[in-house]
DNA sequence: GTGTCGCATTCGCCTTTGTAAACA
DNA sequence: CTGTTTACTTTGGCGAATGCGACA
């Protein structure tokens, strides 16, 4: 191993090896850190890398880590410039963390905290500090192939799911305000007076067909095109509106200027949107796609103004075409392109100015732009962006989750930002209006280079960066004429491609978006729809947030969207088609199977869902009440209806891991252990030879002891359903203590019992007041199911001596268990009596409370005046060995030692005469003030007080002695 | 290049009912 | 003498989740 500093004029300053032995020490060091590269794992490369170099290919037998680490200033300089010193490369093989953390602590926080390399500990010296360093070290041979492992803990995934759902809600944020934008009347009636007249006839057609559609979307598709501008700086509202005066703009602006037109022909539209969010996985986002991915995203796919679509005679037909395009337009896309490798490749979106929470902006932008061209300097030299460190402790999503922060920010505070930043563009728009795709190059290259620094600091969830070309921002428009009671048909105006619905998937997939939440918006609400577009839902399932929380979240939203949306349906015809359904549902075998909870159980009748809607919304509908079937269902309840449907019909994966957590199906050989098969059946299908089963005959088993906690015990002449062993270490127990074989196989196993198996749980009545006790002579109160019938449970500290005392039975109330000294201890928490001594308990505790806490408090206050006396005696006393001693320093050492002494023997009778102090004592008896006249403390005498000065209050009990020097005492004689 | 499967590894849940000495 | 507090020894086994390599 060698281990060489260099200075930062690249001269050898110093080197640890010729230490002698510190070598050693250093060596150790290196390895710990090794050790501790290798626990943190390959995913974190990234954060790591700027301390490295690459390394020497032409070492064989050695692996060669060789670092350059920055000073100070440097990694302050470095830190400051987005891409970093030139100086650095990166070394994407092989990495060590922070080297020259010397301390042994080398928590996390230094690192993260991006600490600069320390002194070396040869030299203490601050100015011969190391500026470069070269360490060279063998590695085991049989680690090389080896990748260390990581995993993320539960606080990285908490944090992760925290950063994921506020993600989400800023998203919901954001899409709510493009939806209030579609409904301007101004973007409408403008949109409408570009509309040719033949086109606009199909405005307000009641049974509109997704093919009467096609000619207005090929016509808006001809005269829309994407550009790749951001204009974060102003309200999107203004941003909608400049769009559609250029006839471009984002494909976020495109997608709601299409759900503007739609809403201005009468027609009910939603604006539809992919919520990209950051991962809910810790670690997921952080991996990006290769160098080589990233250039066949960047610059193949993303390259036209006309995305995806060659030709609009494929309209209706067409698939999402992802990978078929160049790079045409210099001031466009290749601006995405340049953008999506910038970030993708060393995942340097520019570094802390990404940090800078992107609150101010428009001065900042000039910042932002020059670090976006050296960022890609840096990539023409080095294909790699090397991040700084504090850069490189961000995860993608964060960056991903703090830019839509900004933005939801941003857009919610309209008209603020208005004024600072509509300068730029928003005259021209209101004043100029014949501003189009002719715009003078100059005005674009402005607005261009904004948009290029801000999005290059990885906007990509709502303005597309590694995920170009991906298909995030659509219409949904409902056709009343299609499949005989209407249904909302997915509208992608940009790519002129209608009802698509199923290559949605496929085409977001392809550009690497996760199909994980798809949310349509109107009316200011907002309605989960993932499930049209999405075909393997077990796919997404695991990577959605929990939800319950996400229904809550939504369940205001999806009033407003329904209230927006909701139309009437004869139901009539509901009824028919769902019996459609309901024979698909049949015909893929899922109904009917006599599981307690069948799937189809799930389904909602359309009686039902009709009923409900009628309650719901009877004021609005128009009620035939006369007859069965005309009952009145709003779109949205059938809609509902379509989307349990799909839920319900899913095709049986192919893959057998797939079914381990799937939510409809199940192998056997993928339960757990305390899970069974109860029915057994029926079974739905093969894969690889294995039968599934509905997921609803998946039972979990508990032991009886378990259910007991839940308040259920096992029937009688119940068999356990399954009988698992116990664990080695309980068995070595048993046969250290057990000499009895069948004793051990008897106590060896664990019986489990499933729901089916339970009734609820049948304590022994309290009798005579006497409490219902276990062997152990206690109550276990899991929960309160599990109190005998009669009692209660009074969780109050030190009840117990109150029952003691009034002699009430009782049993301690054993609530759980905690592990202390290496052993499960049992937590007590109150006491169980019975009902009838509630109430004398209940007032009896509250009178020991009160007398406690008198006592309490006369204790404490006991314990104060003693502290106060403590002190001021040890004052009097120092005054009193000054008075004798004076003031020399030489002899202050052995008067502090005399004054504890004195502390000691204090308080005595006649000591307390010739206190000097101020304030008040009580001692053995009696309680003294000392009124002290300024100055007295710094007069030299010694205090007298005679009998003939004394007075004595006897109200009171106060006995004044004084002194002739005017210092007087009081005592209370008590 | 992608999907699937098996193996290895890591993480985190589940387990679950003292005692003797010192001190007040 | 009795009741209370404190120190002692400070889990660890196992299943689920996950990552990775091999293979189709």
Known sequence: MKVTCESDNGNPSGSIHDAGTLAGISQEGVNKLLRRANRRGSSRKEEKNEYLQKNDPKTNEQVVHTMIVQNASMAEGCSRNAVGSSQLEVDVGSYVDNLFDDSEDMNDSDWEDGSIPKLDPVDNSPKERMKGLTIEFDEPSGSAGRKPVRRASAEDKEIAELVHKVHLLCLLARGRLIDNACDDPLIQASLLSLVPTHLSKISGVSNITSNALSPLVTWFHNNFHVRSLVRAERSFHTALAFALETRE??????????????????????????????????EADKCEPSSQEANRVGGGIFSTSTLMVANPKEVSSSSYPVKSFSCSEKDGHCENSLRSSCKSKGGCPTSNDTQSRYSTAVDEVTDRTSNLFACQAQLDTYGQCAPTKSQGLKRKGDLEFEMQLAMAISATTVGTLENSAGSLDVSNFNGNNSLDASTPSKRWKKIHRVESATSSQGLSTALGSRKVGSPLFWAEVYCGGENLTGKWVHVDALNAI???????????????????YVVAFAGRGAKDVTRRYCMKWYKIAPKRVNSIWWDAVLAPLRELESGATGGTINMEKLHNNASNEQE????????????TDSPSNHVILPEKSGQEAFKEYGSKSEVESSTKHSLVATRNSLEDMELETRALTEPLPTNQQAYKNHALYALERWLTKCQILHPRGPILGYCSGHPVYPRTCVQTLKPRERWLREGLQV?????????????????????????????????????????????????????????????RGQVDVWSEKCLPPGTVHLRLPRVFSVAKRLEIDYAPAMVGFEFRNGRAAPIFDGIVVCSEFKDAILEAYAEEEERRVAEEKKRNEAQAISRWYQLLSSIITRQKLKSYYGDGSSSQASRNIQDKNNEINAPDESSKDDRQSTGLWKGDGEDTLCNIPSGTLVEDHEHVFLRENESFDAENSVRTKRCHCGFSIQVEEL
């Open 249 to 282: 703009g984002t494909p976020e602006e495109i997608a709601a200027l299409s759900v503007a037109l739609f809403r201005a022909l009468k027609f009910t539209a939603r604006f539809v949107s992919i919520l990209d969010v950051a991962s809910l996985k810790p």
């Open 498 to 516: 209608i009802d698509g619905e199923q290559k949605v998937e496929d085409a977001a997939a392809a550009c690497k978006t996760a199909l994980r």
């Open 584 to 595: 698909k549902i049949k015909a893929s075998g899922m109904s009917e199977y006599p599981g």
């Open 715 to 775: 029937k009688g002449n119940e068999i356990p359903a399954k009988v698992l062993k116990r664990s080695a270490k309980l068995k070595k127990v048993q046969v250290s203590e057990e000499d009895d074989y069948e004793e051990i196989d008897s106590k060896g196993t664990i019986e489990l019992y499933g729901k089916w198996q339970l009734e609820p749980l049948c304590l022994p009545h309290a009798v005579d007041g006497i409490v219902p006790k276990n062997e």
